[in-house]
């Protein structure tokens, strides 16, 4: 099998498996009127906040922004609120039904397409960041992986920084995710400074926990080894 045709066989099987997953996922599985959601998606929130603050890209109003992934548009709605542009900001993503309803969803000026990201269209330094959350867990391809790390590098302006959110662990009730290692992420990106933080308690744990006791979520998920996803910043000198 060619390199193209081994490609094109990996983004059908990402397609076939979320399509599996509209019929045996429960539809307020990931919404946060959900408790353990939300707690979850405030230490997100927070998190993130700190480290744009910290490394100089505050000032989102200036920023150029794609979000490989982008699904619905979530996270391009929510950099709007922390002061982006919708004009500077960029999505795409493998499922179409997803873009359609984000560019419903999402603020006139935005730019969301369908496609593959190991093969974008975009000039060489155009960003100044590059959003990636658990987009990384559901390729298991790894010749697809890397093609979408190098060309998330060759797009990403130098100074700016890909903003990383997804598992280390693998599930084991999930065949068609597979955890991203610090070791690998290293390996994807050797050219870029990384900085990686364990973060977001284990689901099956936050589940069990947060509808009944949210401030023992909160303190459980300060323990670091309970914790399964990083939260990175990948730095392009």
């Given at each position: 099998?060619?390199s193209?045709?081994?490609g094109q066989s990996?983004?059908?099987?990402?397609?076939?498996?979320?399509?599996?997953?509209?019929?045996?996922?429960?539809?307020?599985?990931?919404?946060?009127?959900?408790?353990?959601?939300?707690l979850?998606?405030?230490?997100?929130?927070?998190?993130?906040?700190?480290?744009?603050?910290?490394?100089?890209?505050?000032?989102l109003?200036?920023?150029?922004?794609?979000?490989?992934?982008?699904?619905?548009?979530?996270?391009?709605?929510?950099?709007?609120?922390?002061?982006?542009?919708?004009?500077?900001?960029?999505?795409?993503?493998?499922?179409?039904?997803?873009?359609?309803?984000?560019?419903?969803?999402?603020?006139?000026?935005?730019?969301?397409?369908c496609?593959d990201?190991?093969?974008l269209e975009?000039?060489?330094?155009?960003?100044?960041?590059?959003?990636?959350?658990?987009?990384?867990?559901?390729?298991?391809?790894?010749?697809?992986?890397?093609?979408?790390?190098?060309?998330?590098?060759?797009?990403?302006?130098?100074?700016?920084?890909?903003?990383?959110?997804?598992?280390?662990?693998?599930?084991?009730?999930?065949?068609?995710?597979?955890?991203?290692?610090?070791?690998?992420?290293?390996?994807?990106?050797?050219?870029?400074?990384?900085?990686?933080?364990?973060?977001?308690?284990?689901?099956?744990?936050?589940?069990?926990?947060?509808?009944?006791?949210?401030p023992?979520?909160?303190?459980?998920?300060?323990?670091?080894?309970?914790?399964?996803?990083?939260?990175?910043?990948?730095?392009?000198?």
């Amino acid at each position: 099998m060619t390199s193209e045709n081994a490609g094109q066989s990996e983004v059908s099987r990402i397609r076939a498996a979320y399509a599996r997953r509209e019929h045996s996922v429960p539809k307020d599985r990931y919404s946060l009127f959900r408790e353990e959601n939300l707690l979850s998606h405030l230490e997100l929130q927070r998190e993130i906040v700190r480290l744009l603050r910290r490394s100089q890209h505050s000032h989102l109003e200036r920023e150029q922004v794609l979000d490989v992934g982008c699904g619905r548009g979530f996270w391009l709605r929510q950099f709007v609120q922390w002061g982006a542009k919708p004009n500077n900001l960029y999505g795409i993503d493998l499922l179409e039904e997803r873009v359609r309803e984000g560019k419903q969803l999402c603020q006139e000026g935005t730019t969301l397409q369908c496609g593959d990201a190991s093969k974008l269209e975009f000039e060489d330094n155009s960003f100044d960041l590059i959003l990636q959350f658990t987009v990384f867990t559901s390729i298991l391809d790894q010749q697809m992986k890397m093609k979408l790390a190098t060309e998330m590098a060759r797009v990403l302006k130098a100074g700016g920084a890909v903003l990383w959110y997804d598992y280390f662990v693998s599930n084991p009730y999930n065949p068609d995710v597979c955890g991203v290692t610090r070791k690998e992420i290293l390996q994807l990106f050797p050219k870029l400074l990384i900085s990686l933080k364990r973060i977001t308690l284990a689901p099956p744990l936050g589940r069990a926990v947060a509808p009944f006791f949210p401030p023992l979520y909160r303190a459980m998920s300060t323990i670091k080894p309970l914790c399964t996803h990083y939260l990175g910043f990948f730095e392009k000198p």
